[in-house]
């Protein structure tokens, strides 16, 4: 056997051209990747002991569909992964961008720290040079003040001789008997107010002798010398400002420079990271594709009727679809619904669902009559997971009963998993076997059972058809 698609003339009897013609171009296509591969020989050297190209063909075709689900396995599950790292490089992401944005804030307020700072430098120089200038007018006080003192000395000294001439005068005066009398008693009244203004300008001198005591100090304080062991505290006070906030400012400076190459590092990784999940988005798009390719191989040799192992599921769910076709029509001549129930697309949310319910009109009618197919298909096999009938968007009415439970408040987790009766289902997979119109439609499935955990399964559906419309689709999903 040296060419693979050279069997598929000799299988044309029996099958459909449409049929005929996919199952050959995909053929032809899994012929040169097995090749490639290096399956190819092991499969003809296997199939090459069978008694006719019918029998080599299905054989291949065969063991060609167990490739490909173990195909849908891995891509399934690499694409999980692509997706999972995919959120987390976003997450990442978002987290790096914030965090740059906080950098931003940090370096403006860095930006804000050095204005005041300068700002403060600015003013102790203004106080410096204002304080300078108070220490020249404090020189002048001490200047004028020591004039006063110098005044009041002299004061002193004319009272202090006033007194000892009006002394003499009063002694003359008492000589002089009574003619002197009148003189007298102007001399002693000379004599007490020059002894007054003596005591009054020695207090004038004390008081200067203080206050230029006092300004002396304050000179001293606030003297400016070259030497700084020599400067005045106050001076040292303004130094030591200075020099606090001149470290302050260069500490921002210096945080700021390092908040700006960390801003533009984390810009960076952003890039890298969003270049990062772009990729990753780009794989997630060519595992589909090839999850895809892989779903229609399989499908295409199901339809040429060769047994796989998911023959059994593929005729239990078109079984099962199109009696629940039947009892949908049977509903509808015993007058127990119309079409316009059937068909009802106005979905009342469910208050207080958490995840989110809906009711129809047709959803009274679904719990009467669907269960009775549902629970009968996930008797088939162990491996059966669900069996469920939706309409065309994905609403499930009812669920097997098993998932039909009450939601508990609060408690998404346990909802999600076992409350999944009047959801809306309209994911790709969902999606897609609610609007088949096909025979059947096989697919892959990551089930979302709450909590970020998923179930990978297949699934198998077939077109729900009332009254010459489709209505939906059979769902039946099992393991791999």
């Known amino acids: 056997m040296d060419d693979l698609s050279a069997l598929a003339p000799q299988m044309a009897a029996g099958a459909s051209p449409e049929v005929f013609h996919q199952l050959g171009i995909i053929t032809r296509q899994l012929h040169d990747t097995l090749t490639q591969l290096g399956v190819m020989p092991k499969l003809q050297l296997a199939a090459d002991g069978l008694p006719d190209a019918r029998s080599r063909l299905n054989y291949i075709a065969s063991k060609t569909s167990d490739a490909a689900n173990k195909v849908l396995n891995s891509v399934d599950q690499a694409k999980a992964d692509h997706a999972h790292i995919a959120s987390e490089t976003r997450r990442i992401a978002q987290a790096v961008s914030a965090l740059a944005q906080r950098v931003q804030e940090i370096t403006r307020s860095q930006e804000a720290i050095g204005e005041v700072t300068q700002a403060s430098l600015s003013a102790v120089d203004r106080a410096r040079e204002a304080v300078e200038g108070v220490g020249q007018e404090v020189s002048l006080i001490v200047s004028t003040l020591r004039q006063v003192a110098d005044a009041a000395g002299g004061i002193t000294q004319i009272a ?15 000589r002089a008997g009574e003619a002197g009398r009148g003189f007298g008693v102007v001399a002693d009244a000379v004599k007490d107010l020059a002894a007054k203004v003596e005591a009054s300008s020695k207090q004038i001198m004390s008081t200067v002798a203080e206050l230029n005591a006092r300004i002396e100090s304050l000179a001293t304080e606030i003297r400016t010398e070259a030497d700084a062991a020599q400067q005045g505290a106050f001076h040292r006070a303004l130094a030591d400002v200075q020099d606090g906030v001149g470290r302050i400012s260069e500490a921002a400076g210096g945080s700021r420079a390092i908040c700006a190459d960390l801003g533009e590092r984390m810009v960076s990784i952003e890039g890298e990271m969003r270049g990062t999940g772009a990729a990753l988005d780009a794989a997630m798009t060519r595992s589909e594709s090839f999850l895809r390719i892989s779903e229609q191989l399989i499908e295409t040799v199901a339809q040429y009727g060769i047994q796989t192992e998911d023959t059994p599921y593929i005729q239990a769910a078109r079984q099962a679809a199109a009696r629940i076709s039947q009892l949908l029509e049977g509903a509808l001549r015993t007058g127990n619904a119309t079409m316009a129930d059937l068909f009802d697309e106005a979905y009342s949310p469910v ?8 009711t129809t009109r047709f959803c009274a009618l679904a719990d009467r009559l669907f269960p009775q197919v549902q629970e009968q298909a996930l008797a088939i096999s162990p491996k059966v997971v669900y069996c469920i009938a939706v309409d065309r968007n994905g609403c499930v009415p009812t669920h097997n009963q098993k998932y039909c439970q009450p939601q508990r408040a609060g408690d998404v987790v346990w909802n999600t998993a076992n409350s999944r009766w009047r959801r809306i289902f309209n994911d790709r997979t969902g999606l897609a076997s609610a609007r088949n119109e096909r025979p059947f439609l096989l697919q892959t499935y990551r089930r979302d059972m709450g909590g970020g955990h998923f179930s990978l399964m297949k699934e198998a559906a077939a077109p729900i058809v009332v009254g010459g419309r489709h209505w939906g689709g059979l769902r039946l999903a099992f393991q791999f």
């Open 160 to 174: 202090l001789q006033t007194r000892l001439v009006a002394f003499n005068a009063s002694v003359e005066a008492k």
């Open 351 to 358: 208050p207080g669902s958490n995840p989110l319910q809906h």
